[in-house]
């Protein structure tokens, strides 16, 4: 039976998830939000797994204290490492991330599709399962591209950085041969008019934020008398302002 969830807690290992919370303000306004940033510790995607399963206990641990009625990992990395154990270990909704490999092979055609992620998420059997799930071992590649996660963390939007990363890390795969390619980390959507750049125009880009947002549909069955968001920074809250400079990243 569906219960009501109105405060909703979303975890990443850095501002990547807020590219979630967007698309849960999008069709989710009216909720509370707790939007836990683990700057401190990012990026998740080049640690062991047992490293990074112990980081999220820790944040989803917080959240919970601080009133989360659903969990959200808004972190590829986090889901592929941590999603099974949180799961046995608290009675409470616990929503993972899953690249968008099925919706990027529907719109792929006859061409191949492209995964980019975080190196441990392509490392994980949780992604290597999904992959065979779906019958898509002769069809996909994979990217590391952990890089990523470091430029957005440290406010590295720069061209002139960026671009030259990805050319070089996408070196090794023709442009016209794929028909989709899947953003698997949810820093990577800050980075997408790059990735665009670097296909044709008919390629499909896709990232996660959508499917995850409809799965928390399927829990919340009502409406907070008083929407909001809050925003922890490894565990400390941030003030007004810098809530509202976050906010004004994600919403425009």
Do not use: W
Not at 131 to 146: E, G, K, S
């Amino acid at each position: 039976m569906s219960r009501c969830f109105m405060k909703i807690g979303i975890m990443d290992s850095g501002i990547g998830g807020l590219t979630v919370l967007k698309e849960c303000l999008l069709q989710l306004p009216n909720h509370e939000y707790l939007y836990y940033a683990d700057s401190l510790h990012a990026p998740y995607g080049d640690k062991p797994p047992a490293a990074v399963y112990d980081l999220t206990v820790h944040v989803v641990d917080n959240l919970i204290r601080r009133g989360a009625e659903i969990i959200v990992l808004a972190c590829n990395t986090a889901t592929s490492a941590a999603a099974m154990g949180l799961r046995a270990k608290y009675n409470i909704p616990i929503i993972g991330m899953e690249p968008a490999i099925k919706p990027a092979l529907a719109v792929a055609g006859n061409k191949r599709v492209l995964v980019t992620a975080t190196e441990l998420t392509l490392k994980q059997p949780k992604f290597r399962n999904l992959i065979d799930t779906l019958d898509a071992i002769d069809t996909v590649d994979y990217a590391a591209l952990t890089e990523l996660v470091t430029f957005a963390e440290t406010g590295n939007f720069s061209r002139n950085t960026v671009f030259p990363y990805l050319q070089e890390r996408l070196a090794e795969f023709s442009p016209a041969a794929y028909g989709s390619v899947v953003l698997g980390c949810t820093h990577f959507p800050l980075f997408k008019e790059y990735f665009a750049e670097l296909f044709p125009d008919d390629v499909v880009i896709l990232d996660g934020a959508v499917g995850t947002t409809k799965r928390i549909k399927e829990f919340v069955t009502s409406e907070s008398e008083n929407p909001s968001v809050t925003f922890y920074l490894s565990g400390k809250v941030l003030t007004a302002g810098e809530q509202f400079d976050l906010m004004k990243e994600i919403l425009k």
